[in-house]
């Protein structure tokens, strides 16, 4: 696992995504969401990055989270709220 950075997050820009945050026990918090990603980018503290799904509406994960990613998927664990942030790529039919 390692920490968040933005490049690896940029390949999801233009991209039809599922969203989904989880507490530590694997349930989920809030119903996952399909979006499209606009942009993503640090916080203005960079504290945060965001992933943008238009102009004022976004996630955001601490940027101490740990990352675990593979080709479709990326998910970041923030250890100290318990919550892990998943996006991951849907494949449109």
Same mark, same amino acid.
């Given at each position: 696992?390692?920490?968040?950075? /933005?490049?690896?997050?940029?390949?999801?820009?233009?991209?039809?995504?599922?969203?989904?945050? &989880? $507490?530590?026990?694997?349930?989920?918090?809030?119903?996952?969401? =399909?979006?499209?990603? =606009? =942009?993503? &980018?640090?916080?203005? $503290?960079?504290?945060?990055?965001?992933?943008? *799904?238009?102009?004022?509406? *976004?996630?955001?994960?601490? /940027?101490?989270?740990?990352?675990? &990613?593979?080709?479709?998927?990326?998910?970041a664990y923030d250890s100290e709220s318990g919550l892990t942030y998943k996006v991951k790529k849907v494949q449109v039919l």
């Amino acid at each position: 696992m390692e920490l968040i950075k /933005l490049e690896d997050v940029e390949r999801f820009v233009g991209v039809p995504v599922e969203i989904a945050i &989880q $507490d530590e026990e694997g349930g989920e918090r809030a119903p996952s969401v =399909k979006k499209t990603v =606009k =942009k993503v &980018q640090y916080c203005p $503290d960079r504290t945060h990055i965001r992933f943008y *799904f238009d102009d004022f509406y *976004f996630l955001a994960a601490p /940027l101490s989270s740990r990352v675990s &990613q593979s080709e479709n998927e990326w998910a970041a664990y923030d250890s100290e709220s318990g919550l892990t942030y998943k996006v991951k790529k849907v494949q449109v039919l």
